[in-house]
């Protein structure tokens, strides 16, 4: 069935189809609306959860993390500073490898205080061990939970979903909602062989001392390596039952590109117009867009850039005293394999609108400027 | 300690952070600097009632429908809870933390539902056999009397009631209308009374009359006295002797007989206690219009409260702050009373402020009759010769009612003065307690010394806001057209209601909060209680925090 739904609820219906067991979190705007259309699953016996209410996002995924490791799906959404008050119980979801799936609503961080969209707040997490989702339509965003439990669980690690302030979180879009019987053979019941039994006691979570603490980081690593297959079998095997595939990246268009947009969240879709007037004109361009940031896609985003002469990257975002990260990590995944020019743009901090112009600008420069900053150039900032 | 694991390669190890063995062995309550432990307290409302009913509990026990258990913890310490549950003053309700969150529960009305079942349930009352050891005689059949001789039958002793009245119940018989407490309630309230042991009933068999003080004094081994107070006060004013001045209490008895009355048209009752409001309710029935005079304000009325809101919703009137003065004239339609107004002074040894003449302010009222009903006195007689007196009532040493004459006990009215039905029954019952004690050299157990908990020592979160349930009530046209009882009591799903309203303050009563919340599964839930295994409780008072209701406690180790 087709509803016109927002982002938001677009995520709540995602968790519907995982039929998801705990759900737990606190208000935040712009993701209260999650929460609140599965409270009201919840009560009306919609979905068979346990919707835990809590006093901070610190407590929320520290519920979850009970949940998880009692065994449960769990879920949580939040956005920006609630996001940061809950970073020590990433942590805690990443070591205690537990597959509760995050919805994060990408929110400028305070101060100054802001409930506008930019990605500082989910990158601010990139380095904690959270599989990340950058999503940029309400089908996908839908689509995306019940492949990120699937790759939660399989790895027995957190994911997190992340979408752009109001320019998803509450912008209207038809979407084929997903019906969880239809799902449950996608995605089966959580049942994991280690999980809290009090009639099995142990301990969880002590202590390891230097002989171990080592190995079990390793093993994390290997968890993220392998979830790159499992993000790419998901998203085949979505494909197949519900005609819709989902993939690590999505490049456009780039095949015989001479310049390559790299982009992510809903630049990605302006971007997309964007080429396609410029390919009216001749100009031979494309985009990429990272779905998934951790882990990170270094070959396949090789395979498709190293055939380009340049390659812009758009970040909404910025490492204070460094460059833009997406930047970063596009230059990392380059290096030493190739040394065509690539070029940083900053734009739409705090939800600064990126517009097809501002998009158009960035093209303008990144192909005609003579010789433009490689690392950092700030894009309709008032200087 | 547990073996500490080294492993060859991350292959070995399990995918979480976790121990291999279990952690018994990690005793984790050395780290422990203070110690949680159950510590049940008492609930305010068991300070608040007179009988020191154990209410936490039954109402706990209706909660898990051990109705029969419930009705026997009442009966511990207060014989008719049938006849309490519909005329006492609740003091308890005062004192129930749950008025400090939103409304009191309606202990009351529980006491009354829990009270009818026991009547319903004959069987419930287990009979005391006779020792044939000790014989007691106990003088008045009112409350006082029939509690005492209750708890003494208990005991094994052989009980006999001396009455003067043809029917036991003194002052619950003659004094307060059926509409509160109908007389089928009470025959079988005083029936379960007599049922329950030794006890010997005569009646009609008036002290200093029909009998002798001494003589009862050398047939039976111990005496208890509890007449009561069956005589009005007068008003002591100027041409009082007339036929349209009549005592409350006598015209009340009438009532209770079932004696045709007719107090004429314009009623007047002079008094603010419940004798004032029955007689004026009893009144109005008779189709009187009735004015209560009262010498202070609505908020130093003795009364019940709800028995004033009662009487005013029926219709009776109140003039404040007047008292009468004289009898100016009297005739065949009537007499001419002449009030004095009134106004408030200091307050005096009651706390309340006393009433002082206006001077020279008063009005005159032309009515067809005065009722007096500004207190009862003792019709003490002969006693006075025996045993010493002061203020007309008997004196005694102490709450246990041992008089100047080794061997005679008193309580009740008598004693204190006019008080209320329960005072008289917890004071019958502590004589008794008194009188086993000197029969038998046993020692009168000592009431618990608990901590009282109030709603600051609650952890209210975990309670929801509700209203009080009340009992349904007939009409008014109803109530005033006869003597029909007024409420008429819970049905099963009232009393649960009501019951699942208490707080259980400073009682456990298996919310299971503590055994949710302890982080390390050191709390165990077990048949009858909770057990804390101190072996492995870390001393974070999660438990004592997260406990609704403060049945633990907590101390430092080592002290």
Partial sequence: MKKVIMGNHAVSYGVRASEAKVISAYPITPQTQIVELLSEMCASGEIDAKFIKVESEHSAMAACVGASAAGSRSFTATSAQGLLLMHEMLHWAVGGRLPIVLANINRAVGPPWSIWTDQNDSLSQRDVGLIQFYCESNQETQDTIPQAFRVAEKVQLPVMLVLDAFFLSHTF????????????????????????????????????????????????????????????????????????????????????????????????????????????????????????????????????????????VIDRNISFGSHGIFYQEIKSALYGRTDIPILGYIAGLGGRDVTPKVIREIADKAMNDKSPDRNINWIGVKI | MGEQTSFKSYKEMPIRAMTISDMMWNLTGSW??????????????????????????????????????????????????????????????????????????????IERRIGDMGLENPDWMEKAAASGEFKVAVVGGGPAGLSCAFYLAREGHSVTIFEAERALGGVLRWGIPEYRLPNDVLDKVVGSILESGPIEVKTGTALGKDIKLAEIEKEFDAVFIGVGLMRSRELGIEGEENDRIEAGLDFLRKVNSGEKVDPGKRVVVVGGGNTAMDVARCALRTGSEVTVVYRRTLNEMPAIRDEIEEAEREGVHFHFLATPKEIAGSGKKGIKVVFQEMELGEPDDSGRRRPVPVEGKTFDMEVDRIFTAIGEKADLGTIESVLDCEWDLIKVKDEYGETSRSKIYAAGDVVTGAASVVEAIAAGRKAAQSIHSLLTGEKIPEAEKKDVVGIEDMNTVYFEHSNRTQMPRISVEDAVGGYNEINSGFGPDELHREADRCFSCGVCNFCDNCWVFCPDVAIHRGEEEYEIEYDYCKGCLVCVHECPRNALSVREEGK
């Fill in chain 1, 173 to 312: 879009e038809i979407v084929d909602i997903l019906e969880a019987e239809k799902v449950r053979e996608y995605l089966p019941p959580y049942n994991p062989d280690i999980k809290i039994d009090t009639a099995d006691p142990h301990s969880f979570g002590n202590l390891a001392g230097p002989d171990n603490y080592f190995e079990l980081r390793y093993m994390i690593q290997m968890a993220m390596n392998e979830a790159k297959d499992e993000i790419v079998d998901a998203g085949k095997a979505f494909g197949e039952q519900f005609g819709r595939e989902y993939g690590l990246i999505q490049p456009y268009k780039c095949d015989d590109a001479d310049v390559i947009f790299v982009t992510s969240g809903t630049v990605a879709s302006t971007t997309r117009a964007v080429i396609d007037e410029m390919r009216e004109q001749g100009l031979k361009v494309g985009s990429l867009k990272i779905r998934v940031v951790r882990p990170f896609p270094f070959d396949e985003i090789f395979d498709v850039l190293s055939s380009a002469k340049k390659v812009a």
């Fill in chain 2, 32 to 109: 422990r600097n203070v110690r949680p432990y159950y510590d049940f307290k008492t609930s305010p409302c068991r300070v608040g009632c007179p009988a020191g009913e154990d209410i936490q509990r039954y109402i706990y026990l209706i909660t898990e429908k051990l109705y029969e258990e419930a009705w026997k913890t009442i009966i511990e310490t207060n014989p008719m809870p049938a006849v309490t549950g519909r005329v006492c003053f609740h003091p308890c309700m005062d004192k129930c933390t749950r008025k400090d969150f939103d409304q009191a529960v309606n202990i009351n009305a």
